[in-house]
């Protein structure tokens, strides 16, 4: 039985993890002394781990709302690998097979079960469910219950009721987003705290991210826009282009292409197929770049995006950032832009008025309907059903109108896939406008609220402060970005400042050089930065990092402070970054000079802060699990990553790293076990794997010889 292990030993043991990632260890705390909580993390930032260890240690079963189907699975697979019961429950499955889950979750087999929130509709599934010892309602993507968010879900709504029926069993909400707005409605709407248990946890950390250059560049037209694209896919090779507008993602896919850049595109107006093949392109490695609109992304968990650029500027900053923020997840220095002409900010508006109808559009629309509905279904679309309504052009303003009129029971419709058609009926009995139940005055805030962010957004454009500080201050993050030598502007104010370093910076720049020379072209910035501050981390240990002797030497510094240094000096030439999908660190000339104290150049240096807090950040680059070996066989990865493809296509064309990720076959070319019982050593790679994988894995490292 699990329950007697602490939480630490739990992560260890089940997870492989010997520290928690930021933020993590206070949430999983809350939640096993049994606090509602709500949980705000940027993506990536190790949120899954908040309940999945909470479920080993809590007695019932853990019930996971995600909106991700895709995701689903690999969460599940990952957590059977690593021996921990669980399922998922969504519109993949057949009703049967759904049924036969059910059954075992009534059992008592799982520990862990993924639900998709439209599952609540059926009245019959939250019946079955019940029965139910549910210790934990672990609610992910939580922003998408909230209408101030930027993916509001009405499934996500029917979970309140659910509780309801499910007894109001403990609940932890999870989310990227985090205006107070958002988080209030999440608190009142899953009802945090309420029904008696203790005042709500709210946990708000990591969104501080060192290794992504933030940017933006103003841009006339779209010549230029698209000459910025080309040149960062060329430079950078993998990365994602945002774009407001199915149609801009052609026009740049085809731009692309036309320049010889592969690419996918990927937009909501194609086929799931469509989709999917495009998803699992990208996902495999086999193309480097994807241009889509907003509709890709959640779930997208490809580590080694070296750009995200945004060819029309977003409506939010939680819109920008959680999109930019899918670069550079393997910790790697990333960059992220933004093309910014203001005649972009008319599109955003244009969503705006889509999104939020004005009363006028809704009386026009509720007439139309009547007259129309009076004779029997109405069988049309949106578009033509917003012809024929009077003050408006928007058919998206109707679209949303005519959501608002069906959530308030006056018409039901269904959707038909085929002709991409509505069969609209009226529910009896009609009552005017008024009596249906539709907060105006709701809605006119969050028409308000709605261009108050997009303000935000513009102003983080015009924006020349910190660009970092200026995201951590309106997530209310308490980190402090300011000077953090990765934005435009703060770079552009660095270059002229340079000047000589002090006694103690030239000593912080000759331990920085002299361990970036002994492990010379074989880690990154990240690893180096690492081991400057001493960090513990697995990856850190598993390299031998902490054996070198310039280890933990400007641990008092502050992590901060050593990446700021390493950019100095890589911008001063004293370092090289080679290229490639893993940048590595070497000791130029320059840099030996410097080091030697044969050589002072005027530089522009980082603020030594008076007393750098006890870094909880330095424990999250210490902890985060964004690397790869360096010092992999070349050729042995390709040809398993060539061996990968082959296998992913014949098993139906399911994504790659559902095989194994690229950190696995780096791992692998790197340590290239012989043998079964090395191969279980390699991270990654649990008994189930070995078992389906293992024989051919083996027979492809095998003529590599051992390392
Ligand atoms: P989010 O849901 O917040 O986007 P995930 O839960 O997917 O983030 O976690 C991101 C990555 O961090 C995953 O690859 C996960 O395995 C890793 N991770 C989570 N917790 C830890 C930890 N304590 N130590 C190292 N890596 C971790």
């Not at 030598?485 to 703060?490: F, Q, R, S």
Request: hydrophobic content about 40%; overall charge neutral; glycine content about 8%.
């Amino acid at each position: 039985m699990t329950v007697a292990l602490t939480p630490h030993q739990l992560l260890e043991t089940h997870f492989g993890f010997r520290e928690f990632l930021e933020g993590q260890e206070d949430v999983v705390n809350a939640i096993v002394e049994g606090h509602d909580a709500l949980v705000i993390m940027p993506t990536g930032g190790g949120k899954s781990l908040c309940y999945q260890l909470p479920a080993l240690a809590l007695e019932g079963i853990t019930v996971v709302i995600s909106p991700l189907i895709a995701l689903m699975k690999d969460q599940v697979d990952s957590l059977l690998e690593k021996k921990i019961p669980a399922t998922f429950i969504n519109s993949s499955l057949g009703q049967s097979e759904m049924n036969e889950r059910i059954d075992a979750m009534v059992r008592g087999e799982y520990r862990l079960v993924y639900i998709a929130p439209e599952r609540f509709k059926s009245e019959r599934f939250v019946q079955a469910l019940a029965p139910l010892s549910i210790a934990l309602f672990a609610v992910d993507e939580a922003h998408c219950i909230s209408q101030w968010g930027h993916d509001f879900r009405p499934d996500y709504i029917r979970l309140k009721w659910a509780l309801k029926d499910l007894g109001q069993p403990q609940v932890m909400a999870l989310t990227a987003t985090a205006t107070p707005e958002v988080r209030e409605d999440i608190i009142e709407q899953l009802g945090l705290g309420k029904f008696g248990r203790q005042p709500p946890s709210v946990f708000v950390s990591g969104f501080a991210r060192h290794n992504l250059t933030l940017g933006m560049t103003s841009a006339k037209g779209r010549a230029e826009k698209l000459a910025r694209i080309v040149e960062f896919a060329h430079q950078l090779k993998t990365g994602i282009v945002y774009c407001a507008t199915r149609k801009n993602v052609e026009k740049v896919a085809a731009h692309l292409k036309g320049e010889k850049i592969p690419c996918v595109a990927y937009h909501a107006g194609l086929t799931d197929d469509q989709r999917t093949k495009a998803q699992t392109k990208f996902m495999n490695g086999d193309c480097g770049v994807a241009v889509a609109t907003n509709a890709f992304g959640m779930g997208i968990d490809r580590a080694d995006l070296r750009f995200v650029i945004h060819y029309d500027i977003p409506g939010s900053i939680e819109a920008y950032y959680q999109e930019a923020g899918r670069a550079g997840r393997d910790g790697e220095p990333s960059r992220c832009e933004v093309l910014y002409n203001y005649a972009d900010v008319r599109t955003q508006e244009f969503f705006i008025e889509g999104a939020n109808p004005s009363r006028a559009v809704i009386a026009n629309l509720y007439q139309v309907l009547r007259r129309l509905g009076s004779r029997g279904p109405i069988e049309m679309s949106i578009a033509e059903i917003a012809e024929l309504v009077p003050a408006t052009k928007n058919s998206m303003a109707v679209g949303s109108a005519l959501y608002l009129l069906e959530r308030a029971n006056f018409i039901q419709r269904e959707y038909r896939q085929g002709s991409r058609t509505y069969t609209t009926r009226l529910v009896d009995p009609i009552k005017p406008l008024d009596e249906l139940p539709i907060d105006f005055v709701r809605l006119d805030k969050k028409h308000e609220r709605d261009f108050a962010k997009l303000h935000r957004m513009i102003e983080y454009a015009d924006h020349h402060g910190c660009r970092h500080h200026f995201i951590l201050q309106y997530f209310g993050d308490t980190e402090t970005g300011e000077g953090c030598t990765v934005c435009d502007n703060c770079l552009a104010k660095a270059d002229s400042a340079a000047r000589f370093p002090t006694d103690e910076e030239t000593v912080a720049i000759q331990k920085a050089l002299s361990c970036v020379a002994r492990v010379d072209g074989r880690f990154g910035r990240g690893r180096i930065a690492q081991c400057l501050v001493g960090s513990r981390s697995k990856e850190v240990l598993d390299t031998g990092l902490d054996r070198l002797s310039t280890y933990g030497l400007l641990k008092d510094l502050g992590e901060d402070y050593v990446w700021g240094l390493l950019n100095t000096l890589i911008r001063t030439g004293c370092l090289a970054v080679s290229s490639g999908q893993y940048p590595t660190l070497s000791l130029t000339e320059l840099g030996g000079d410097i080091m030697r104290k044969q050589q002072r150049i005027p530089m522009v240096l980082p603020e030594i802060k008076a007393k750098p807090r006890p870094s909880s950040r330095a424990k999250k680059v210490a902890t985060t699990r964004r690397d790869e070996p360096a010092d992999y066989d070349e050729k042995l990865f390709d040809a398993l990553r060539a061996w990968r493809r082959d296998k992913a296509t014949a098993m139906g064309n399911v994504p790659a790293y559902i095989i194994f990720p690229d950190r696995t076959l780096q791992e692998l070319a790197r340590v290239k076990p012989q043998s079964v019982a090395e191969l279980l050593e390699v991270r990654g790679i649990g008994p189930a794997k070995a078992r389906q994988f293992g024989k051919e894995t083996l027979a492809m490292i095998k003529p590599f010889g051992k390392p």
